[in-house]
T-cell receptor, first 115, second 115 residues
Framework: DTGVSQDPRHKITKRGQNVTFRCDPISEHNRLYWYRQTLGQGPEFLTYFQNEAQLEKSRLLSDRFSAERPKGSFSTLEIQRTEQGDSAMYLC?????????????FGEGSWLTVV | EDQVTQSPEALRLQEGESSSLNCSYTVSGLRGLFWYRQDPGKGPEFLFTLYSAGEEKEKERLKATLTKKESFLHITAPKPEDSATYLCAVQADWNSGGATNKLIFGTGTLLAVQP
Protein backbone atom coordinates (compact mmCIF):
# COMPACT_ATOMS: atom_id res chain seq x y z
CA ASP A 1 0.00 0.00 0.00
CA THR A 2 1.87 3.02 -1.29
CA GLY A 3 -0.90 5.52 -0.62
CA VAL A 4 -2.61 7.98 -2.94
CA SER A 5 -0.07 9.79 -5.10
CA GLN A 6 -0.58 13.23 -6.62
CA ASP A 7 1.51 15.15 -9.13
CA PRO A 8 2.64 17.87 -9.27
CA ARG A 9 2.68 18.87 -5.62
CA HIS A 10 2.92 22.53 -6.49
CA LYS A 11 2.00 24.49 -9.60
CA ILE A 12 2.22 28.21 -10.25
CA THR A 13 0.52 29.35 -13.42
CA LYS A 14 -0.52 32.55 -15.08
CA ARG A 15 -4.17 33.44 -15.31
CA GLY A 16 -5.70 32.05 -18.47
CA GLN A 17 -3.37 29.07 -18.76
CA ASN A 18 -4.49 25.46 -18.53
CA VAL A 19 -3.25 23.11 -15.81
CA THR A 20 -3.57 19.38 -15.30
CA PHE A 21 -3.18 17.37 -12.12
CA ARG A 22 -2.68 13.63 -11.94
CA CYS A 23 -3.78 11.22 -9.22
CA ASP A 24 -2.72 7.61 -8.77
CA PRO A 25 -5.05 5.94 -6.27
CA ILE A 26 -4.23 3.06 -3.97
CA SER A 27 -4.09 -0.03 -6.13
CA GLU A 28 -7.26 -2.13 -5.98
CA HIS A 29 -9.33 0.92 -4.97
CA ASN A 30 -12.13 1.29 -7.49
CA ARG A 31 -13.49 4.59 -6.10
CA LEU A 32 -11.75 7.89 -6.70
CA TYR A 33 -12.67 11.40 -5.56
CA TRP A 34 -11.44 14.94 -6.22
CA TYR A 35 -11.80 17.68 -3.63
CA ARG A 36 -10.70 21.31 -3.40
CA GLN A 37 -9.54 23.00 -0.21
CA THR A 38 -8.84 26.66 0.47
CA LEU A 39 -7.12 28.10 3.52
CA GLY A 40 -9.12 27.73 6.72
CA GLN A 41 -11.83 25.63 5.10
CA GLY A 42 -12.60 21.96 4.95
CA PRO A 43 -12.26 20.11 1.64
CA GLU A 44 -15.13 20.61 -0.83
CA PHE A 45 -16.28 17.76 -3.06
CA LEU A 46 -15.72 18.15 -6.80
CA THR A 47 -16.32 14.78 -8.45
CA TYR A 48 -16.45 11.01 -7.95
CA PHE A 49 -15.51 8.03 -10.13
CA GLN A 50 -16.36 4.40 -9.71
CA ASN A 51 -13.92 2.54 -11.93
CA GLU A 52 -13.85 4.61 -15.14
CA ALA A 53 -17.36 6.03 -14.78
CA GLN A 54 -17.78 9.58 -13.50
CA LEU A 55 -20.91 9.15 -11.40
CA GLU A 56 -21.16 12.38 -9.48
CA LYS A 57 -20.19 16.01 -10.08
CA SER A 58 -20.54 19.01 -7.83
CA ARG A 59 -21.99 22.32 -8.95
CA LEU A 60 -18.52 23.65 -8.06
CA LEU A 61 -17.19 21.82 -11.11
CA SER A 62 -17.70 24.52 -13.74
CA ASP A 63 -17.31 23.82 -17.44
CA ARG A 64 -13.66 24.90 -17.16
CA PHE A 65 -13.00 21.82 -15.06
CA SER A 66 -12.85 18.34 -16.50
CA ALA A 67 -11.86 15.07 -14.87
CA GLU A 68 -11.14 11.72 -16.42
CA ARG A 69 -10.24 8.27 -15.24
CA PRO A 70 -9.35 6.21 -18.30
CA LYS A 71 -9.29 2.47 -17.70
CA GLY A 72 -10.32 2.99 -14.11
CA SER A 73 -6.77 3.50 -12.87
CA PHE A 74 -5.16 6.95 -12.56
CA SER A 75 -7.20 10.12 -12.90
CA THR A 76 -6.55 13.61 -14.25
CA LEU A 77 -8.18 16.90 -13.33
CA GLU A 78 -7.77 19.67 -15.89
CA ILE A 79 -8.58 23.31 -15.31
CA GLN A 80 -8.86 25.41 -18.44
CA ARG A 81 -8.45 29.20 -18.59
CA THR A 82 -7.42 29.39 -14.94
CA GLU A 83 -8.67 32.25 -12.78
CA GLN A 84 -7.23 33.61 -9.53
CA GLY A 85 -10.18 32.10 -7.69
CA ASP A 86 -8.96 28.65 -8.72
CA SER A 87 -5.99 28.98 -6.37
CA ALA A 88 -6.41 26.18 -3.84
CA MET A 89 -5.15 22.74 -2.88
CA TYR A 90 -6.63 20.01 -5.05
CA LEU A 91 -6.97 16.74 -3.19
CA CYS A 92 -7.47 13.28 -4.59
CA UNK A 93 -8.82 10.41 -2.50
CA UNK A 94 -9.57 6.76 -3.10
CA UNK A 95 -11.51 4.04 -1.34
CA UNK A 96 -12.97 0.59 -1.62
CA UNK A 97 -15.72 -1.12 0.27
CA UNK A 98 -14.41 -3.89 2.47
CA UNK A 99 -15.44 -5.62 5.66
CA UNK A 100 -14.07 -2.68 7.64
CA UNK A 101 -16.56 -0.46 5.88
CA UNK A 102 -15.78 2.62 3.85
CA UNK A 103 -12.30 4.04 4.42
CA UNK A 104 -11.42 7.03 2.26
CA UNK A 105 -7.73 7.88 1.98
CA PHE A 106 -6.45 11.23 0.73
CA GLY A 107 -3.28 12.10 -1.09
CA GLU A 108 -0.93 14.92 -0.12
CA GLY A 109 -2.62 17.34 -2.48
CA SER A 110 -1.60 19.54 -5.39
CA TRP A 111 -1.22 23.21 -4.60
CA LEU A 112 -2.29 25.59 -7.36
CA THR A 113 -1.38 29.26 -7.36
CA VAL A 114 -2.79 31.38 -10.19
CA VAL A 115 -0.97 34.70 -10.64
CA GLU B 1 -29.31 20.69 3.69
CA ASP B 2 -26.59 18.38 5.02
CA GLN B 3 -24.21 20.27 7.28
CA VAL B 4 -21.27 19.76 9.63
CA THR B 5 -20.25 22.21 12.36
CA GLN B 6 -17.08 21.78 14.39
CA SER B 7 -16.22 23.45 17.68
CA PRO B 8 -14.17 25.02 18.97
CA GLU B 9 -12.46 26.57 15.95
CA ALA B 10 -9.17 26.54 17.83
CA LEU B 11 -8.00 24.91 21.04
CA ARG B 12 -4.78 25.36 22.96
CA LEU B 13 -3.85 22.70 25.51
CA GLN B 14 -0.94 22.06 27.79
CA GLU B 15 0.78 18.72 27.31
CA GLY B 16 -1.16 16.14 29.31
CA GLU B 17 -4.33 18.24 29.50
CA SER B 18 -7.18 16.09 28.15
CA SER B 19 -10.05 17.63 26.19
CA SER B 20 -12.71 16.94 23.56
CA LEU B 21 -13.50 18.28 20.11
CA ASN B 22 -17.09 18.44 18.93
CA CYS B 23 -18.65 17.70 15.54
CA SER B 24 -22.36 18.42 15.18
CA TYR B 25 -24.06 17.24 12.02
CA THR B 26 -27.37 17.31 10.23
CA VAL B 27 -27.78 14.78 7.47
CA SER B 28 -30.76 13.03 5.99
CA GLY B 29 -29.54 9.59 6.99
CA LEU B 30 -25.96 8.90 8.03
CA ARG B 31 -23.83 6.36 6.14
CA GLY B 32 -20.65 7.22 7.98
CA LEU B 33 -18.92 9.90 10.03
CA PHE B 34 -15.23 10.36 9.41
CA TRP B 35 -12.44 11.95 11.45
CA TYR B 36 -9.23 13.10 9.81
CA ARG B 37 -6.07 14.80 11.03
CA GLN B 38 -4.45 17.39 8.77
CA ASP B 39 -0.98 18.84 9.18
CA PRO B 40 -0.15 22.18 7.53
CA GLY B 41 0.33 21.87 3.78
CA LYS B 42 -0.59 18.18 3.71
CA GLY B 43 -3.61 16.10 2.82
CA PRO B 44 -6.01 14.78 5.48
CA GLU B 45 -4.86 11.64 7.26
CA PHE B 46 -7.58 9.10 8.00
CA LEU B 47 -8.29 8.41 11.67
CA PHE B 48 -11.72 6.80 12.13
CA THR B 49 -15.04 5.97 10.51
CA LEU B 50 -18.11 5.62 12.73
CA TYR B 51 -21.32 4.15 11.37
CA SER B 52 -23.99 4.11 14.07
CA ALA B 53 -24.94 5.87 17.30
CA GLY B 54 -23.18 4.40 20.30
CA GLU B 55 -20.14 3.30 18.34
CA GLU B 56 -16.70 4.14 19.70
CA LYS B 57 -13.22 3.75 18.20
CA GLU B 58 -9.79 4.34 19.71
CA LYS B 59 -6.31 4.92 18.40
CA GLU B 60 -3.48 5.76 20.76
CA ARG B 61 -4.53 8.91 22.65
CA LEU B 62 -7.62 9.48 20.49
CA LYS B 63 -11.12 8.15 21.03
CA ALA B 64 -14.08 8.95 18.78
CA THR B 65 -17.71 8.56 19.82
CA LEU B 66 -20.96 9.01 17.93
CA THR B 67 -24.54 9.96 18.81
CA LYS B 68 -27.45 10.70 16.49
CA LYS B 69 -26.56 14.39 16.36
CA GLU B 70 -22.87 14.70 17.11
CA SER B 71 -19.50 13.11 17.43
CA PHE B 72 -16.73 13.78 19.89
CA LEU B 73 -13.01 13.30 19.48
CA HIS B 74 -11.54 12.83 22.94
CA ILE B 75 -7.84 13.47 23.32
CA THR B 76 -6.29 11.95 26.43
CA ALA B 77 -3.00 13.30 27.77
CA PRO B 78 -2.08 15.00 24.48
CA LYS B 79 1.49 15.49 23.34
CA PRO B 80 2.91 18.31 21.17
CA GLU B 81 2.94 15.96 18.18
CA ASP B 82 -0.87 15.81 18.37
CA SER B 83 -0.95 19.44 17.22
CA ALA B 84 -2.85 19.59 13.94
CA THR B 85 -6.22 20.48 12.44
CA TYR B 86 -8.84 17.82 13.08
CA LEU B 87 -11.52 17.52 10.43
CA CYS B 88 -14.92 15.85 10.71
CA ALA B 89 -16.96 14.78 7.69
CA VAL B 90 -20.23 12.96 7.04
CA GLN B 91 -21.39 10.80 4.17
CA ALA B 92 -25.13 10.59 3.60
CA ASP B 93 -27.00 7.32 3.43
CA TRP B 94 -27.76 5.87 -0.01
CA ASN B 95 -31.43 5.48 0.87
CA SER B 96 -32.11 9.11 1.70
CA GLY B 97 -32.64 11.78 -0.92
CA GLY B 98 -30.63 10.17 -3.69
CA ALA B 99 -27.28 8.52 -4.08
CA THR B 100 -24.14 10.40 -3.12
CA ASN B 101 -20.62 9.41 -2.28
CA LYS B 102 -19.35 12.82 -1.29
CA LEU B 103 -18.02 13.69 2.11
CA ILE B 104 -19.30 16.94 3.64
CA PHE B 105 -16.59 18.45 5.80
CA GLY B 106 -16.63 20.88 8.68
CA THR B 107 -14.07 23.68 8.84
CA GLY B 108 -11.97 21.84 11.41
CA THR B 109 -10.57 22.43 14.88
CA LEU B 110 -7.00 23.70 15.06
CA LEU B 111 -5.37 22.02 18.04
CA ALA B 112 -2.14 23.31 19.55
CA VAL B 113 -0.51 21.32 22.35
CA GLN B 114 2.19 23.16 24.22
CA PRO B 115 5.00 21.35 26.05
Amino acid sequence: DTGVSQDPRHKITKRGQNVTFRCDPISEHNRLYWYRQTLGQGPEFLTYFQNEAQLEKSRLLSDRFSAERPKGSFSTLEIQRTEQGDSAMYLCASSSIDKRGNTIYFGEGSWLTVV
Amino acid sequence: EDQVTQSPEALRLQEGESSSLNCSYTVSGLRGLFWYRQDPGKGPEFLFTLYSAGEEKEKERLKATLTKKESFLHITAPKPEDSATYLCAVQADWNSGGATNKLIFGTGTLLAVQP
